[in-house]
């Protein structure tokens, strides 16, 4: 059993893994989420978060991944379209390009948190091949009746059906969406162009270009989820009576995992000045040196995790980058840490 020592560290590693997965050699694609996709999501949220799922399926770590971090109605979806897919008779073949052994799950997923009614509720675009027509055909089978919304069509959650909660809605043979039923709706009418989309934000749209089709995963936040993050993500840098001052000045966060042999792991935050990205980075330093020490005599493994962590200061920029093994990855998630990160 680990120590509680342990989850703190954690605590400090899990900004790195927001979006992580372990990286094993042969898995280099960098899939870009399509613009499309992106402008269905409305201009006032204030992170965007995208995994590329297609390529990760085969590898071990994968049900943990899926289980602590993507959204569950993510997860209830692929139930649903596995019993459709079971559901159609033999010798069928599905629509769109993948056999009938691989179709249809979803192969990338982006969510956020969408503004609704005076609250935020996760809403998630999945990218795949789907036979919208069979799916829709399973449902009516089984006595479930859309929603109008507009020229699409809204389904609520059934649970006897493999999806236990939330909304969602048959978008195209390449595009499904989940969600709450107004975030939906918000969704498929930013769809229709009645409401500005995300492509108008210009502070998420340039954090998303400089990670978007670079990297395998990525999560970009504006300056109050940065801000947010930093306070909760890594409380051992708050501890200094210098922190409040810098973090409240935070202005965008980003990270970025890139695979070859090991996976590494990028993360930066505008800290907007040069001064304040300097006492950042000895703060984060000075946390990381204790935790290391800590971890040294509690936890090996992850001692070694925190020796390969780059910590350096360009400009207003925070750069942290670290590199960490599979077998490392594998450790970190059995403990839970993706859950953490919720």
């Known amino acids: 059993m680990r120590s509680i020592n342990f989850l703190a560290s954690c605590r400090i590693l899990m900004i790195f893994f927001l979006l992580g997965l372990a990286i094993c050699p042969g898995l280099h694609a960098n899939t870009p989420l399509d613009s499309s996709i992106i402008s269905m999501f409305p201009k006032d949220v204030t992170e965007l978060k995208y995994a ?3 390529g990760s399926r085969q590898f071990a770590w994968f049900p943990q991944f899926q289980a602590q971090l993507v959204p569950n109605d993510v997860l209830g979806l692929e139930q649903l379209l596995e019993a459709t897919q079971e559901a159609q008779p033999e010798g069928v073949q599905p629509e769109g390009d993948q056999p009938p052994e691989q179709h249809p ?3 990338q997923v982006a969510w956020a948190q969408v503004p609704i009614s005076g609250s935020t509720h996760i809403v998630a675009i999945g990218v795949g091949q789907f036979d919208v027509g069979a799916i829709k055909m399973f449902l009516d089978s ?3 009746s859309p929603i109008p919304a507009g020229s699409y069509e809204i389904y609520a959650a059934q649970p006897d059906l493999g999806m236990p909660e939330g909304y969602f809605s048959l978008i195209d043979n390449r595009t499904v969406a989940v969600g709450p039923l107004e975030g939906l ?5 930013i769809r229709a162009q009645k409401q500005p989309n995300l492509s108008g934000n210009a502070d998420l749209m340039t954090l ?3 990670v978007n089709g670079q990297a395998v995963f990525w999560s970009v936040l504006d300056a109050a989820q940065a801000r947010t993050a930093v306070q909760h993500l890594v409380p051992e840098v708050m501890k200094f009576p210098q922190a409040n001052d810098v973090v409240v000045k935070l202005k965008q966060l980003s990270i970025s995992v890139k695979g070859s042999e090991e996976m590494q792991f990028d993360f930066k935050v ?3 000045s040069p001064k304040d990205a300097v006492v950042l980075s000895q703060l984060l330093e000075a946390s990381m040196l204790a935790q290391r020490h800590q971890s040294a005599q509690d936890n090996p493994d992850l001692a070694k995790v925190l020796d390969g962590m780059v910590i350096k200061s360009s400009g207003n920029e925070l750069d942290v980058r670290l590199t960490v093994t599979e077998d490392q990855m594998r450790g970190l998630a059995d403990q839970n840490t993706f ?3 919720m």
């Not at 709706?185 to 009418?189: A, F, K, S, T």
């Open 52 to 54: 590329d799922l297609s």
């Open 339 to 341: 859950r953490l990160l």
């Open 105 to 107: 799950y979803i192969e």
């Open 208 to 210: 998303i270009s400089q």
């Open 270 to 272: 505008d800290s907007g």
């Open 185 to 189: 709706q918000r969704i498929l009418e």
């Open 142 to 144: 089984h006595g479930v």
